[in-house]
């Protein structure tokens, strides 16, 4: 199995920064993709940037220009630069990760606990 640990969210001003961690652990033998995906209030989940092992990374629109996606692969870790933060990007933020664990004969998408983001005045 592979336990995904996030930090970083909490409460911000729009126009404000926030920079999510997070952490992979467990039985892994190795991670394609890593990403963040969201989910407000009534909304269904969606996609905000995910990372390739080889460096390719993608973008919702709605993000493209103020948010940052980086791996660091030796240590299983993704982030998330969020910068000029609306109101809009409160949702709780989840970490993805698709991984191969050991003694597995398929890759399997496992996700963290979220960790909630406001951005308010």
């Known amino acids: 199995q592979v336990q995904l640990v996030e930090s970083g969210g909490g409460l911000v001003q729009p126009g404000g920064s926030l920079r999510l961690s997070c952490a992979a652990s467990?039985?892994?033998?190795?991670?394609?993709?890593m990403g963040w995906y969201r989910q407000a209030p009534g909304k269904p989940r969606e996609l905000v940037a995910s990372?390739?092992?080889?460096?390719?990374?993608r973008y919702a629109d709605s993000v493209k220009g103020r948010f940052t996606i980086s791996r660091d692969n030796a240590e299983n870790t993704v982030y998330l630069q969020m910068d000029s933060l609306k109101p809009e990007d409160t949702a709780v933020y989840y970490c993805n990760a698709f991984a191969l664990v050991g003694g597995a004969v398929r890759w399997s998408d496992y996700w963290g606990q979220g960790t909630q983001v406001t951005v308010s005045s």
């Open positions: 990372a390739s092992s080889g460096g390719s990374t």
């Open positions: 467990g039985s892994i033998v190795s991670i394609n993709a």
